[in-house]
C-alpha cells in the first residue's frame, strides 16, 4: 500500500524541500541521485505539481539529515524552540517559563 499526503493538503501549507536541500548546499540533481528518483520529480514536488509520497519524504528525510516532518513544517534556517530555549540564559528561561504558566492559566480564547 502507497501511503500518500494528498494534494488538498499541500495546497493548504507549504513543504520545504526546497529549503533543505539548498540548506545542504545541493542541486535537485545531486538529491535525485541519492534518493534514487528523477531531477524532473525532485522540481515536480518542490513546486507542488506533485504530491510526495512517505518513501519520497523518508528517503529525502535522509538524504537531508532531517526528519520528514521537517520537510513538511520547518524552514531549516528558522530555529527550533529547543535552539532557541538552548542559547538563553538561565534568567530568561525562567521568564519563559513563568510566561507559558501564565498562558496555560489563563487560556488563550482572546
Not at 493538503?9 to 524541500?17: A, C, D, G, M
Not at 524532473?40 to 519524504?57: H, K, T, V, W, Y
Not at 501564565?102 to 480564547?109: A, L, M, Q, S
Amino acid at each position: 500500500m502507497v501511503t500518500r499526503i494528498g494534494p488538498k493538503t499541500l495546497k493548504q501549507r507549504r513543504i520545504f524541500l526546497r529549503e533543505w536541500r539548498e540548506h545542504r548546499n545541493l542541486t535537485q540533481e545531486q538529491l535525485a541521485d541519492r534518493i534514487g528518483t528523477t531531477k524532473a520529480s525532485i522540481s515536480r514536488i518542490e513546486n507542488l505539481a506533485r504530491d510526495p509520497q512517505l518513501g519520497f519524504l523518508e528517503a529525502a528525510a535522509e538524504a537531508l539529515n532531517c526528519t520528514p516532518s521537517d520537510i513538511l513544517s520547518r524552514d531549516p534556517e528558522q530555529p527550533t524552540a529547543d535552539q532557541l530555549l538552548q542559547s538563553l540564559t538561565e534568567e530568561q528561561k525562567k521568564q519563559v517559563v513563568d510566561f507559558m504558566e501564565f498562558v496555560r492559566r489563563t487560556g488563550t480564547d482572546g
